[in-house]
């Protein structure tokens, strides 16, 4: 089993629809949990950050963190068809220097 | 905000030849790097962390002779693929994650 498991896509969904993405982990160790955004040919795009369990919002974009489940999501509304993209989840132990690890990423599509 | 540039953004190598490629932070100091490489719809892998004015250190399975890392100052870490063949064909990410900030990456292709 991987350390971080996330669905590659592509999920599709209708502008103006609120779009989840969601990872699964199974380090209870991690404690720090981010999102990136990823353009092709691109280097990844520090969307969210959190720290442990909980909600943080920012614009229209939410990220929630259920530490018990082992399960974080990104929660996007009223989507957009520039939002697509490839969006990145990544996790770590520590902040300081902390190295992340990554899934694979969830590749959205939203249509007109 | 804090940004840090990575060149070349593709290139296009033959094989055996060596290509350098180099990831620089703009306005703040990064005395730690990290080089990622991304194959096609897969996750960010790590290959090595680079410190500064020391030795990298490498991930396990990472050849450290082919893929050379100097961080020769607080702002300036490169990555030197050397010999290079077909199957190192991939996408190459720099990151000074203190700051959380990735490189554009570079594209590399081997012919």
């Known amino acids: 089993q991987k350390e971080v498991e996330q669905d590659p896509g592509p999920l599709s969904v209708p502008e103006g629809a609120i779009v989840s993405l969601n990872c699964t982990y199974s380090n209870s160790a991690f404690q720090y949990f981010m999102w990136y955004r990823q353009y092709s040919r691109k280097g990844p795009e520090l969307l969210m950050y959190t720290y442990s369990s909980g909600n943080k919002e920012d614009g229209r974009f939410t990220a929630q963190v259920d530490k018990s489940s082992k399960y974080i999501s990104l929660f996007i509304r009223d989507s957009q068809p520039s939002d697509s993209t490839t969006y990145l989840c990544?996790?770590?132990?520590?902040?300081?220097?902390?190295?992340?690890?990554f899934g694979r990423g969830t590749s959205l599509i939203v249509h007109p | 905000g804090a940004v840090v540039s990575q060149h070349p953004s593709w290139v296009i190598c033959k094989s055996g030849t060596s290509v350098k490629i180099e990831c620089r932070s703009l306005?703040?100091?990064?005395?730690?790097m990290f080089w990622y490489r991304q194959f096609p719809k897969q996750s960010l892998m790590l290959m090595a962390t680079?410190?500064?004015?020391?030795?990298?250190?490498?991930e396990q399975g990472v050849e450290k002779d082919k893929f050379l890392i100097n961080h020769a100052s607080l702002t300036l870490s490169t990555l030197t693929v050397t010999s290079a063949h077909p199957e190192d064909s991939s996408f190459y990410i720099c990151?000074?994650?203190?700051?959380?900030?990735f490189g554009q990456g570079t594209r590399l292709t081997v012919v």
């Open positions: 680079s410190n500064e004015g020391s030795k990298a250190t490498y």
């Open positions: 990151s000074a994650l203190q700051q959380g900030f």
């Open positions: 990544a996790m770590s132990q520590s902040g300081g220097s902390y190295i992340p690890t």
């Open positions: 306005d703040f100091q990064a005395t730690t």
